[in-house]
């Protein structure tokens, strides 16, 4: 869509074209786009006399190729941590976006692209933690650990 607006017209004239405005893509604050897909199915059943054709079924589905990574970080008492860090890299390293835990240690980024990516969680007085090979599949909230808390120890602990 190179990052304008486009219009589809289904062809059936001007009057009996359906129209379809497509916007390119989401970007999310990080600049990562998230492609969106269009199924578009209609049946043409009665004609109406003069060539023109109603349709009684359609449907329309639209399929984002991104998902979410949620979750939530504690300490080793199970105390939620508030502001850890965290940073996601792709699998050559460069870095995605970033954020912080909330107030109940939760977290909430959307808009990962589907795809295999390393998540770092860092906080001063606690040792980091690595998760390689994050997979994050479209249109779902995935997590780390099986849905688990992130436990993060003290430093020296």
């Given at each position: ?36 897909i269009l199924d578009f ?33 504690a300490d080793s008492d ?80």
């Amino acid at each position: 869509i190179d990052g304008e607006e486009k219009e589809i017209t289904i062809p059936g004239g001007a009057k009996s074209g359906l129209k379809i405005n497509i916007k390119p893509p989401l970007v999310a604050a990080n600049g990562q786009s998230s492609e969106v897909i269009l199924d578009f199915n209609a049946r043409r059943v009665k004609e109406n006399g003069k060539g023109r054709y109603s349709m009684a079924s359609t449907a329309i589905r639209a399929t984002s190729l991104s998902g979410t990574l949620k979750g939530n970080v504690a300490d080793s008492d199970g105390n939620p941590l508030e502001n850890v860090f965290i940073a996601i890299t792709d699998a050559s390293g460069e870095a995605i976006t970033e954020t912080k835990t909330d107030s109940d240690g939760s977290y909430k980024i959307i808009t990962l692209n589907e795809g295999s990516y390393t998540v770092t969680m860092s906080l001063d007085g606690y040792t980091t933690q690595t998760f390689n090979d994050v997979l994050i599949s479209a249109e779902k909230n995935n997590r780390l650990l099986d849905g688990e808390d992130v436990v993060m120890t003290a430093s020296g602990e």
